[in-house]
């Protein structure tokens, strides 16, 4: 069963952030917070992880409320390249399965 | 992060033959691999975990009779769909597990059983 829960689809404006949710509200002290998206025919694309605390790579940051039951990944700037279905994943570091559920759908409209 | 490679990155095959695809880390040495498909309009799902030079580890539901993996080295694994039928028609996707298990994917390829 999924362990998280993100809104279907998003619509984000060129050039402004989009910022998806995703609710974790079961999530375990051992298990980080994954963001991958996949772009049509496309394999997915890891985009970044945390535990508790917020981060920042050259892609996103991801921000981690403070009880760990949610999260935002923000896409600073977006633009059209963005759009893709974004999976929120939670898991245990040391495990193999990444379960994807069903994502959201960001367009990113000119 | 990995650079991971499939080829093919389409095929079309006839009902009862074999079709071999083959996961290639190209700068990475990964000792797990892992096998995912995608049916149309559907999310990724977690086929089985090939590990180099052992036998691969199947998810419920998955015959691995019916679909045979081969890690035989460090960089390429392979997934062998053996007669395959029209219901195995999906996008096959594999990745390689990072230094922090974050998992990095090849761009999958797609079957079509006539």
């Known amino acids: 069963d999924a362990k998280t829960t993100q809104p279907p689809s998003m619509d984000c404006a060129e050039g402004r952030a989009a910022n998806l949710p995703c609710n974790h509200s079961?999530?375990?002290?051992?298990?980080?917070v994954y963001w991958y998206r996949q772009i049509h025919s496309q394999g997915p694309q890891y985009i970044i992880h945390?535990?508790?605390n917020n981060e920042t790579n050259e892609m996103a940051s991801l921000i981690i409320t403070e009880d760990r039951k949610s999260s935002t990944l923000i896409l600073p700037h977006a633009t059209l390249r963005d759009t893709a279905v974004y999976y929120c994943?939670?898991?245990?570091?040391?495990?193999?399965?990444?379960?994807f559920g069903t994502g959201t759908r960001l367009t990113v409209i000119p | 992060g990995a650079v991971v490679s499939q080829h093919p990155s389409r095929v079309i095959c006839k009902s009862g033959t074999s079709v071999k695809i083959e996961c290639r880390s190209l700068d990475f040495q990964a000792t797990t691999m892992f096998w995912y498909r995608q049916f149309p309009k559907q999310s990724l799902m977690l086929m089985a975990t090939?590990?180099?030079?052992?036998?691969?580890?199947?998810e419920q539901g998955v015959e691995k009779d019916k679909f045979l993996i081969n890690h035989a080295s460090l960089t390429l694994s392979t997934l062998t769909v053996t007669s395959a039928h029209p219901e195995d028609s999906s996008f096959y996707i594999c990745?390689?597990?990072?230094?922090?298990?974050?998992?990095?994917f090849g761009p999958g390829t797609r079957l079509t059983v006539l």
């Open positions: 090939s590990n180099e030079g052992s036998k691969a580890t199947y």
């Open positions: 994943i939670v898991r245990d570091r040391g495990a193999n399965n990444l379960f």
């Open positions: 945390g535990l508790k």
């Open positions: 079961t999530i375990s002290g051992n298990e980080y």
């Open positions: 990745s390689v597990a990072g230094g922090y298990n974050e998992q990095f």
